[in-house]
């Protein structure tokens, strides 16, 4: 097997780099993947893979965040004369920007899907001479989008993938599902393709993530400390009046959530592990002389166990309806986005480090399970279903040299992981005749 996939892996080397630099240069933030999926789409439609699109894979009234149809329009537009493939561009209208490749090899076999994300950060990228997509000029071209947590990688990683795998067709068995998901950043597009039924048929499932603090060259085959997260808005409507002539009469918004802001800091720790909240954003007021009507929050809890995020986020709704009260307003509370703990499956763990270690030198180390930095994916939804099902599922995570961390307007990351990643996901593909369950 090695020399034959060796072989790919380098033909497929270079398109890598190249893939992974187009949708880094014209990174689209979650919901506004328009470009991204149709050149995702159209590359899979002509390898051969069997495609669902769009409202076939996202559940629309399960999905969350998502922006307003005159933002979804003009993003659109934009991605249209940024070179969105026209003919599929119809699936994704309107913030549908989800994909799902078939591949059956027509053997007996268990059904294997692997995810990857597309979406980038609202986050403008560094222009500064030390940061190497401003200096090779492939730094992101929309202002407030940027793939600063390697999303585009692993688009880049999925599309290798499909190359590969098509490559091997017949070495294969069972039917392989490529997952390309939007709208990670801020928990929001998986649990809508969930919804939609896209794991029910899965056996074996796999997510990925390169960085994340994993040291260069590693391979952690079961991250194991994802944070259960809640996300929403909330918004203060109160009345407005003259702060001089009249301000008894108002109503304020603006110290119904500076309050409610500095109680959910106070929200207590949770004696069964850690939790967190942050305020993101708190935007209030309209002008010096005038009483503020309008105040929006946006908020997060995370919690180490989906029952301590359930016991900050139901601390978190008693401070925003007691700050209301207050103030004599009236709010509203908005979804914008979730996730779930889960852990790793052990036994396929197990399969994923023996294959890894047994067939990818490349991997200058492979653990089994590693706490990495606390953050959260909504791919445990895809986890949580799976498993539901009698099904095995886990979250590869691997490491590469950073520029900056995960999330930081300097972000990058060494491009070799990919063809790495390629790589051990194919090994795992050709090898899955070997996952015996008792
Ligand atoms: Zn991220
Ligand atoms: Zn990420």
Redesign the pocket.
């Given at each position: 097997m090695n020399n034959l996939l060796n072989e790919s892996i380098q033909q497929i080397t270079e398109q890598l780099k190249h893939w992974r630099r187009d949708f880094h240069h014209f990174a689209e933030s979650s919901w506004f993947e328009f470009r991204t999926a149709t050149i995702v789409a159209d590359e899979l439609h002509r390898l051969g893979y069997s495609l669902q699109l769009g409202k076939d894979v996202i559940k629309a009234d399960a999905r969350m965040g998502l922006p307003s149809e005159q933002a979804l329009h003009e993003q659109e537009q934009r991605a249209i004369q940024q070179g969105a493939l026209k003919a599929w561009l119809p699936h994704f209208s309107g913030g549908f920007t989800g994909i799902v490749a078939t591949l059956e090899t027509g053997k007996p076999g268990p059904t294997l899907a692997f995810r990857v994300?597309m979406d980038a950060l609202a986050l403008n990228e560094a222009q500064t001479p030390e940061h190497r997509p401003y200096v090779e000029g492939f730094s992101s071209c929309n202002a407030h989008m940027m793939h600063a947590?390697?999303?585009d990688g692993h688009t880049a990683i999925g599309l290798g993938l499909a190359h590969v795998l098509k490559q091997h067709e017949c070495q294969l068995t069972g039917k392989i599902k490529l997952i390309f998901q939007p709208a990670?950043?801020g928990a929001q597009g998986a649990k809508p393709m969930v919804a939609a039924g896209v794991v029910d048929d899965v056996d074996c499932f796999i997510a990925i993530?390169i960085g994340l603090g994993n040291s260069p060259g590693g391979l952690v085959c079961g991250k194991d400390n994802f944070l259960a997260t809640t996300k929403f808005d909330v918004i203060y409507r109160g009345v407005a009046t003259h702060a001089g002539a009249k301000p008894e009469e108002g109503k304020n918004a603006l110290l119904a959530a500076a309050q409610a802001a500095l109680g959910l800091y106070a929200i207590p720790r949770h004696s069964g592990g850690s939790s967190r909240i942050n305020v993101g954003v708190l935007q209030a007021g309209s002008d010096r002389n005038v009483i503020p009507a309008h105040a929006l929050m946006k908020v997060e809890t995370r919690g180490e166990t989906n029952e301590i995020n359930a016991f900050v986020y139901q601390q978190a709704l008693n401070i925003i309806e007691g700050a209301a009260k207050m103030q004599g307003v009236e709010y509203e509370l908005i979804p914008m986005g979730s996730a779930q703990n889960s852990q790793p499956s052990p036994v396929w763990v197990d399969f994923i480090y023996q294959q890894a270690g047994q067939h990818v030198p490349e991997l200058l180390s492979v653990v089994k399970r590693h706490k990495l930095s606390s953050v959260s994916?909504d791919a445990t939804y895809f986890m949580e279903r799976v498993k539901a099902n009698g099904g095995y599922a886990t979250f590869l995570v691997f490491g590469s040299e950073l520029s900056a961390g995960?999330h930081n307007e300097r972000f990058d990351f060494d491009e070799n992981v990919m063809a790495t990643a390629v790589k051990t996901l194919a090994v795992i593909a050709l090898q899955l005749p070997d996952f015996k369950v008792d």
């Open positions: 994300d947590c390697g999303h990670e950043e993530h994916d995960n």
